[in-house]
């Protein structure tokens, strides 16, 4: 909430990374050959966690081997900044991209929704208020 506040300190990566994750939901969407594969990864993965926990490396790793498999060849890639020594490190590498994962199903959420990119955009203080009152 605080990136989207016009009070907060603003992190125009943040808001770099919401674009990019929004129009490779787009590309995602219209192509049904990435959506059936990337259902029958997902599947397998819920096979896995009988036996792993959500956080379990194991689970982290096939979450980012989605990401980079299925949805990254989708689009532009997505450039993450931080410190390079962390970003070498393939566990580091293997959140990162299950983040991504977590953040196209969350553009897939808004858009199911009726949300849409410009309303992300123009509508923060509105979307502020909401993010206040649910917590």
């Not at 016009?6 to 994750?21: H, M, N, T, W």
């Not at 993450?80 to 970003?87: A, S, W």
Request: proline share 4%.
């Amino acid at each position: 909430m605080q990136q989207l506040s016009p009070e907060g300190e603003k992190d125009v990566e943040l808001v770099k990374y919401v674009g990019s994750l929004m129009q490779l939901e787009r590309a995602l969407s219209a192509n049904p050959k990435a959506l059936d594969e990337l259902a029958n990864r997902l599947k397998q993965v819920e096979r896995q966690l009988l036996h792993f926990d959500i956080c379990d490396s194991t689970i982290v790793a096939a979450f980012a081997d989605i990401y980079s498999q299925v949805l990254s060849p989708l689009g532009q890639k997505i450039q993450v900044f931080g410190q390079p020594d962390l970003l070498k490190q393939p566990s580091y590498q293997h959140k990162i991209r299950a983040l991504l994962l977590a953040g196209i199903r969350s553009a897939v959420l808004w858009r199911q929704l009726g949300g849409k990119r410009r309303q992300f955009f123009f509508g923060k203080k509105k979307i502020i208020e909401i993010a206040k009152n649910s917590i």
